[in-house]
């Protein structure tokens, strides 16, 4: 596989340190004030596998694909509402980017339609052959966030390098993202290959709908969140021939735990510094000589997952739930979703107990730049899954990605613009693994 190490990673222009910690302090107000589901939630009665098996969609390869579902359905059979135990976020179907959607990852007259989950990882998998090591993402990781009418600003940087009083623009973008991003288990611990959609139209002509297996960082370890710099190693990836992305994976751990969520008398804890995972991308679309297309680099946050890093723990995962009954020289967890569950019993409860309010359902995505630099060039380029080699025909393993026919290079930096923390996805029998 070729690597993309050595590129130079065009970085998104994030907000003042000061105008994020409002915004997170916001969002984590929010959270805090989420009820915990209620003991009626697990309840409510799960789903049969074969109605949730019945929501597939056809991708491009005519194959069958596991797509969106709401989290709560009524069952045929009984007339009652019954649960899926988990959900993948925003109804793609109320984007005005779905037709967008439709056209480019379900096969031409698909009666069966909607985000193909799984599509990219097994494209990728045909493209290595069989005799290599695949790469397979579970179903309940894949999320769907999108925002209409977002317009766009400009970046303007302090000196201290930050991005300060951005300017609004003219233009207004519809955006719409699919990111595979578990935070209920081990996986992103050590894989970097996660899968994502992602679709861009703008008033200025900007076009995209790109689906790769994007290099998230450095394969086999993440960088601990809670200060940005800590590398941790944790074992060979998989496949073990990961290349390097440009971005990274930020994912708290037991440090971080430690640090904000454990507490003395008198304090809160800080969640969201404790707990807060952000996934920051940076995707190409190139041809064969590197000449690049494309760029687009969206970030992915959870507030609230279901698991942290500590090596001690079998597998390193620990189960957030958990924390909430922790203590370590009379400092615990204060505050918010852990006040709520410690009265409901007297032991931790398990991580995929529905009442828990840890279950990666509150989240955020950044969107930040969008590059095509395709003046005079093809509507249609066919890429390998990690979105090189671009060629004007399909081959083994190929994915379709589609481009305005344009190069926007003249556009200033622009502002990541963040949307989804005011919408929380939990509730209702939503619980871990999710």
Not at 149 to 160: F, G, I, Q, T, Y
Not at 201 to 219: H, N, W, Y
Request: proline share 7%.
């Amino acid at each position: 596989m070729r690597s993309t190490e050595g590129n130079k990673v065009q970085p998104a222009r994030r907000p003042a340190d000061n105008s994020l910690d409002v915004r997170r302090l916001a969002a984590l107000i929010l959270f805090l004030a989420l009820p915990v589901p209620a003991a009626d939630a697990a309840d409510l009665p799960a789903c049969p596998a074969a109605l949730h098996d019945s929501y597939v969609a056809q991708g491009p390869d005519g194959a069958r694909y596991a797509t969106w579902h709401p989290p709560v359905v009524g069952n045929p059979a009984t007339g009652a509402d019954c649960a899926f135990g988990h959900e993948h976020g925003r109804d793609p179907r109320r984007s005005k980017l779905w037709r967008t959607l439709v056209s480019h990852e379900n096969r031409h007259g698909a009666r069966r339609r909607g985000p193909a989950f799984g599509y990219a990882a097994a494209a990728f998998n045909r493209w290595r052959g069989p005799s290599a090591e695949a790469r397979v993402e579970d179903h309940f990781g894949y999320k769907v966030e999108w925002q209409n009418n977002v317009r766009l600003k400009r970046s303007n940087l302090a000196s201290d390098g930050t991005s300060d009083h951005p300017t609004g623009l003219r233009t207004r973008c519809d955006f719409l993202a699919v990111i595979h991003q578990g935070t209920h288990g081990a996986d992103a611990f050590r894989n970097n290959l996660h899968e994502l959609h992602y679709y861009a139209s703008c008033t200025d002509g900007t076009r995209l709908a790109a689906t790769v297996m994007s290099a998230i960082g450095e394969p086999g370890g993440f960088v601990r969140s809670c200060d940005k710099q800590t590398r941790i190693r944790v074992a060979a990836p998989t496949p073990a021939d990961s290349p390097r992305g440009g971005g990274v994976r930020f994912i708290p751990d037991a440090t971080c735990v430690d640090r904000h969520v454990l507490v003395g008398t008198g304090r809160f804890s800080d969640y969201s510094r404790g707990l807060y995972e952000d996934w920051v991308t940076a995707n190409y679309l190139r041809t064969a000589d590197g000449r690049q297309l494309a760029y687009f680099d969206p970030h992915f946050a959870v507030f609230n997952p279901a698991r942290y890093h500590d090596a001690s723990a079998p597998n390193a995962l620990a189960r957030t739930a958990g924390i909430c009954w922790l203590e370590s020289d009379d400092r615990r967890a204060r505050g918010g979703a852990c006040d709520a569950m410690t009265p409901l019993t007297g032991t931790p409860l398990a991580f995929d107990d529905p009442r828990s309010g840890f279950d990666g359902s509150h989240r955020e995505t950044y969107f930040n730049q969008t590059s095509v630099a395709n003046r005079g060039g093809r509507a249609t380029w066919w890429t390998d899954p990690l979105g090189g080699n671009a060629a004007a025909k399909p081959f083994p393993g190929a994915i379709a990605q589609h481009l305005c026919r344009l190069d926007n290079s003249a556009r200033p930096a622009l502002e990541s613009q963040a949307f989804g923390a005011t919408r929380p996805y939990g509730g209702r029998g939503v619980h871990a693994p999710n």
